[in-house]
């Protein structure tokens, strides 16, 4: 069985829930996520709610335990290592699920505020495929429901659909394989888009060690 997650229409961009764009939420402190090669502030994508073993969830109805938080370096598309998860172009926050608030917005007259969020949220809501992999789970979900395939953001946990080689990366800390969170697709808006080069992006968390990381193929 793989879980979907499809687009559920226009989302509240505050909201501490699964969702795609709007405004980051953290615990109060937090400083916006910057760039470790350009040294400017990185793009917000994406939250997801998670379980106490860092599966990802939809909606707002289940108990969670996380919040991860998604974040890409796009001041100059393609310049930083956005796709790696070692580079310091991207950043994923793990932060626990009670106390958050929003990120307050980098100051400054050089701040693009184009280049920190997508122009828009959209909701999620999952959707539990008979089918094992997640490109014949995508196909059985568009031919099902009758909605253009771009409406599926992705799968949450389950075994990555990578489309070149296992870039399953491991815990700084425990040096364990990291588990699958959420995998993402661009998402069905081109204008407010995430940026993966038309890929796919790969989101892990080791919970026991509170570390999460991001990465994209393409």
């Not at 950043?91 to 990120?103: K, M, Q, S, T, V």
């Not at 505020?113 to 059985?140: I, M, Q, T, W």
């Not at 993402?184 to 989101?203: K, S």
Request: aromatic share 8%; proline share 9%.
């Amino acid at each position: 069985m793989t879980t979907l997650i499809t687009y559920a229409g226009p989302g509240a961009p505050g909201a501490a829930v699964t969702r795609i764009g709007g405004v980051p939420l953290a615990v109060p402190g937090t400083q916006w996520p910057t760039c470790a090669e350009c040294g400017g502030p990185l793009k917000f994508l994406a939250q997801f709610r998670l379980d106490g073993s860092g599966s990802a969830l939809a909606g707002a109805g289940r108990a969670h335990a996380h919040v991860l938080a998604l974040f890409a370096c796009q001041n100059s598309p393609g310049s930083c290592q956005d796709w790696s998860a070692s580079s310091g172009a991207n950043a994923a926050l793990l932060l626990p699920a009670r106390g958050l608030r929003r990120i307050p917005r980098p100051r400054g007259r050089s701040v693009d505020v184009e280049k920190l969020f997508l122009g828009a949220a959209h909701a999620a809501e999952p959707y539990g495929a008979a089918e094992a992999d997640y490109d014949s789970a995508c196909a059985a979900w568009a031919d099902r429901t009758g909605r253009p395939r771009n409406h599926v953001l992705g799968q949450l946990g389950g075994a990555p659909a990578w489309l070149q080689y296992d870039r399953t990366p491991a815990c700084p800390d425990c040096a364990a394989p990291m588990r699958l969170a959420v995998q993402l697709q661009e998402g069905p808006d081109p204008v407010t888009a995430m940026n993966f080069g038309t890929g796919r992006a790969y989101a892990f968390t080791c919970i026991p060690c509170g570390r999460a990381a991001f990465l994209w193929q393409c």
